[in-house]
Structures are given as structure tokens and as C-alpha cells.
């Protein structure tokens, strides 16, 4: 099936650094979220996002959804230990209700 | 908030049996629920969607004979893997929404082994 492309694919930072990877798609889609997946266990959403060009925060947490609607950021500012973890960006086309996954960035954190 | 609850967390079955997967909201109605596959370190693709009392809609190359799949009730949806062979060995996640919200709750995933 269609996959969105993310960047990077894996990080290595240091604590307090911030982070930032995006989200690029063929298609347009009209809705994009952002989950994170912990090992072992289903993703869980961090940010929705629903116009094209609307940026929205969540604590420590920035995404947008670009204007051409083919693509998305997602910004982590101030890394903790429990950013740990995979992150994915998913797309939904209006009408078809259904979520394409991107191929998910993971975070490591270096000691 | 929306929770969904996937049993059991981990399986493992001898190659040649069927096994059972629940995915249950627990506080929403699910009118639609997805049912997805992920490999090691793979991204989520996605197997059949299922609308409560119709027959699921499975994507391009998921063979509807070996994955069964049932959404008997607004609350239920179950994933049955038949005869299962070890390149069936994956993650599975299922994932439901109600008609009208934004929202894709995920269950917290099942971990199939098939030896």
C-alpha cells in the first residue's frame, strides 16, 4: 500500500536538544496526525492537525500542515528521556476514511 | 478519553492452527474499526477496514480467506488468523472511530508467533 516518506529515518540526540522531522506525500491529504509508538505497543496520537497551513502545539510539541497540503512537520522542543521512541505521521484523505502510515522516524537519545 | 482495548497482548500457536484476535472500545461506540499489520521495524500498513455489521473492505493483497475478519457489534471486532504459517508472525494493531469524530483510538497491539 501507499506510504508517506519521512526524514530522518532515525535520530541521535542528546537530552535538552530539540528535534525535527517531516512528512512528505504524492497526495494530498486533508487531515494529518502525528503518533508515537513505544515498543511493544500501538501508536498514540500527539497532534491533529486539519487546515492546510495550521501549525498547533502540544506542551513541548509543534506541527504543521503545509500549504500544499502534501506535506507535514513535527517539531520536539527540549528533548526528555521519554521522547524515546518511533514517530510516525499518518495522512486521511476526506471521504475515504482510512490513515496512511509515513515510514517513521526513530528517536534515540545518547547518554 | 476513547479507549481500546486489543486481547490478548501476545500469541503464540503452532503453525497450521487459527488464532483469535479481540479489539473492543471500551467506552465509545466504534462504528468503524481498522485492522493493521506491522513488521520489525516497519511502519503500520494497513490490512481491512470493518464497519459494524457489513463485511470488511480488505486492502489490495490481504487474502480475506486467511484473515478473518468479524464486527459483530458496536463495541467488538475480532481479527481470526487462519491456519497460520511463521511469515504470519507480526504485530498486529487494531484501531476504531466513531462516526463523526476525528479520532482514530488504537488498541495497544498483539504480538502473533507463529512456531
Known amino acids: 500500500g501507499q506510504q508517506l516518506n519521512q526524514s530522518p529515518q532515525s535520530m541521535f540526540i542528546q537530552e535538552g536538544e530539540d528535534v525535527s522531522m517531516n512528512c512528505t506525500s504524492s497526495?494530498?491529504?486533508?487531515?494529518w496526525l502525528w503518533y508515537k509508538q513505544d515498543p511493544g505497543e500501538g501508536p498514540v496520537l500527539l497532534i491533529a492537525l486539519y487546515k492546510a497551513g495550521e501549525l498547533t502545539s502540544n506542551g513541548r510539541l509543534t506541527a504543521q500542515f503545509g500549504i500544499t497540503r502534501k506535506d507535514s512537520f513535527l517539531n520536539i522542543s527540549a528533548s526528555i528521556p521519554s521522547d524515546v521512541g518511533i514517530y510516525f505521521c499518518a495522512g486521511e484523505d476526506f471521504g475515504n476514511e482510512k490513515l496512511t502510515f509515513g515510514t517513521g522516524t526513530r528517536l534515540t537519545i545518547i547518554p | 478519553g476513547a479507549v481500546v482495548s486489543q486481547h490478548p497482548s501476545w500469541v503464540i500457536c503452532k503453525s497450521g492452527t487459527s488464532v483469535k484476535i479481540e479489539c473492543r472500545s471500551l467506552d465509545f461506540q466504534a462504528t468503524t474499526m481498522f485492522w493493521y499489520r506491522q513488521f520489525p521495524k516497519q511502519s503500520l500498513m494497513l490490512m481491512a477496514t470493518s464497519n459494524e455489521g457489513s463485511k470488511a473492505t480488505y486492502e489490495q493483497g490481504v487474502e480475506k480467506d486467511k484473515f478473518l475478519i468479524n464486527h459483530a457489534s458496536l463495541t467488538l471486532s475480532t481479527l481470526t488468523v487462519t491456519s497460520a504459517h511463521p511469515e504470519d508472525s507480526s504485530f498486529y494493531i487494531c484501531s476504531a472511530r466513531t462516526t463523526g469524530s476525528y479520532g482514530y483510538t488504537f488498541g495497544s497491539g498483539t504480538r502473533l508467533t507463529v512456531v
Open positions: 497526495s494530498i491529504f486533508n487531515t
